[in-house]
């Protein structure tokens, strides 16, 4: 059974840091694209950041790009989301997702982020 669990929300001020971290398992982990995506209040889910299954490409929706860094550990089975320079439009719920190499999603319960200005 594939879980995802999320880990390392929280309530922070504006211009402060947060470090998300997905453990996975029941997964063959290196097969598996990794990515984060977030939920405001009364907004879809939205597209946050990437990587591959490889660890070699990355890639940022535009509304964090140079504040926020993704990153995986094979060995830990674990992705994370280091968010930097945080504003208040970055509260959400934030998502961990696994993408198959046939397109297959699986996703986490989620975390909460709540940045205050």
């Known amino acids: 059974q594939v879980q995802l669990v999320e880990s390392g929300g929280g309530s922070v001020q504006a211009g402060g840091s947060l470090r998300l971290s997905c453990a996975a398992s029941?997964?063959?982990?290196?097969?598996?694209?990794m990515g984060w995506y977030r939920q405001a209040p009364g907004k879809g889910r939205e597209f946050v950041a990437a990587?591959?299954?490889?660890?070699?490409?990355?890639s940022y929706a535009e509304s964090v790009k140079g504040r926020f860094t993704i990153s995986r550990d094979v060995a830990k089975k674990a992705v994370y989301l280091q968010m930097n320079s945080l504003k208040p439009e970055d509260t959400a719920i934030y998502y961990c997702?696994?993408?198959?190499?046939?397109?297959?999603?699986?996703w986490g319960q989620g975390t909460q982020v709540t940045v205050s200005s």
């Open positions: 990587i591959s299954w490889s660890g070699s490409i990355t």
């Open positions: 029941g997964l063959s982990f290196i097969a598996y694209d």
């Open positions: 997702n696994a993408r198959s190499r046939t397109g297959y999603d699986y």
